[in-house]
């Protein structure tokens, strides 16, 4: 089977090249390269000792996108690609929009063309907007997102809904993302941002390395157990394993299944400094700072709709993935470009 992954360079799309490689199935990366680098394939070849088929292109445009079709026999598609940056969502949110859901419906159209049936969605747990109770469940009411690119994802699964409501052959797998950290344990691929980091375990990783200073810590007056934002993180690899069992999933069933990757368990911002620490043996220097504004101050997922589904549940603590992260940083100061 071939599997398109629409930015599949990026982080979580090159973790899952690689098990889907691992796996058997072949693999296509439409990707252009807008916050990837073209050295991830090498990487995966030399991890794999395979090469994922590549095509530089902007994956809402069509006419690009449909020589991918026509030159492969595509079985499913994994979608990856898209804007990311919640900051910069609010900033530009018509950029934000016109990209996510402009590829989406361009890939939608393609999969009807050629006649493939498989779609599954890098969709996030932002879909559950700001009051949801936790632990979410994929049962619960979505939407009230706190920003423009958690709005393009809630807008997504509707736009990929509607779309198998109309088509009885369309199987659709929403993934419910938390907060995937770690790297591949080769510490040849990982997540490689550009810029000063947003998220907190890059940048962790470069307070480690030298490059950044200390931590600002967004907030301890929250209502947490020691007063700091409440994730659930998990490891990029566990989730590629996920969209593996997806896949699989996708080709016996029919209709939309909305899934949530979390582990479960839920950690504190000083949580996660505590266990970097621990397994690296480096000290992490922060200082606390006012909130930030958008964040949510505690969610964890209900993992266990994965469990009954695709038999999936993370198999990575806390410590393999602040060890991962570190191991990657650490072979790869400036990322890919080396
Ligand atoms: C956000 C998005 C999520 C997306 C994820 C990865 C929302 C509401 N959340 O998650 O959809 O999948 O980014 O792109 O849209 N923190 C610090 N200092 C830092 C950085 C972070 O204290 O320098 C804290 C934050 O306040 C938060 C936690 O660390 O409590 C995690 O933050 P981050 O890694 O940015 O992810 P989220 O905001 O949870």
Same mark, same amino acid.
């Given at each position: ?19 889907l ?9 439409a #990707? #252009?390269?807008s ?6 394939i090498?990487r ?13 292109i #902007?994956?809402?445009?069509k ?5 991918v079709?026509?030159? @492969? /026999?595509?079985d499913?598609?994994?979608h990856?690609?898209?804007?990311k940056?919640?900051g910069? %969502?609010?900033t530009?949110?018509l950029?934000?929009?016109? @990209?996510n859901?402009?590829t989406?419906?361009t ?7 050629? /006649?493939? @049936?498989?779609f599954?969605?890098?969709?996030s ?6 009051d949801a109770?936790v632990?979410y469940? =994929? ?10 690119y ?16 109309a088509n =009885?052959?369309?199987s ?8 995937p950290?770690g ?7 990982g ?10 375990l ?5 307070v480690? %390395? ?8 967004? &907030?301890? #007056?929250? =209502? ?21 069992? %997806?896949?699989?999933?996708?080709? =016996?069933?029919?209709g939309?299944?909305?899934i ?5 368990v839920?950690?504190?911002v ?6 970097f620490?621990?397994?690296? /043996? ?5 200082a606390?700072?006012p909130?930030r ?10 993992a ?10 993370a ?7 602040c ?8 072979n790869?100061? @400036? &990322?890919?470009?080396y």
């Open positions: 089977m071939n599997i398109l992954l629409t930015g599949g360079a990026g982080f979580i799309g090159s973790h899952t090249c690689v098990e490689l691992n796996s058997g199935y072949g693999v296509v990366i #990707d #252009d390269l916050n990837s680098k073209i050295q991830v090498d995966i070849e030399e991890i794999t000792g395979k090469r994922p088929v590549f095509y530089k #902007d994956v809402s445009d006419p690009a996108l449909d020589v079709f026509k030159e @492969n /026999d595509i499913a598609v994994v990856f690609a898209g804007y940056a919640v910069e %969502s609010c530009k949110p950029k934000y929009y016109r @990209n859901l402009d989406t419906l890939l939608l159209e393609l999969m009807e063309k050629y /006649d493939v @049936n498989s599954i969605f890098s969709s747990a932002t879909v559950y907007g700001a109770p632990p469940t =994929e049962g619960m009411q979505t939407g009230g997102c706190t920003n423009p958690g709005w393009t994802k809630y807008m997504i699964e509707q736009i990929l809904k509607d779309a198998s409501a =009885e052959k369309l659709v797998v929403l993934l419910r993302y938390f907060n950290i790297a591949h344990s080769s510490g040849k691929i997540e490689d941002p550009s810029g000063i980091p947003n998220n907190l890059p940048y962790i990783t470069q480690a %390395s030298g490059k950044l200073s200390e931590l600002g810590v967004f &907030g301890n #007056d929250y =209502e947490t157990h020691d007063g700091t934002g409440v994730r659930d993180y998990i490891h990029v690899c566990d989730l590629a394993d996920g969209h593996v069992l %997806s896949v699989k999933y996708a080709a =016996e069933h029919k939309v299944q909305e949530n990757l979390g582990t479960g839920g950690y504190s000083l949580d996660v400094v505590n266990a620490e621990q397994a690296n /043996d480096i000290k992490i220097p922060y606390i700072k909130r504004d958008g964040d949510l101050p505690e969610y964890y997922a209900d266990s709709k994965a469990l009954k589904l695709l038999g999936w549940s198999k990575r603590d806390l410590k393999a993935m060890r991962d992260s570190w191991n990657w940083q650490k790869n100061p @400036n &990322g890919y470009e």
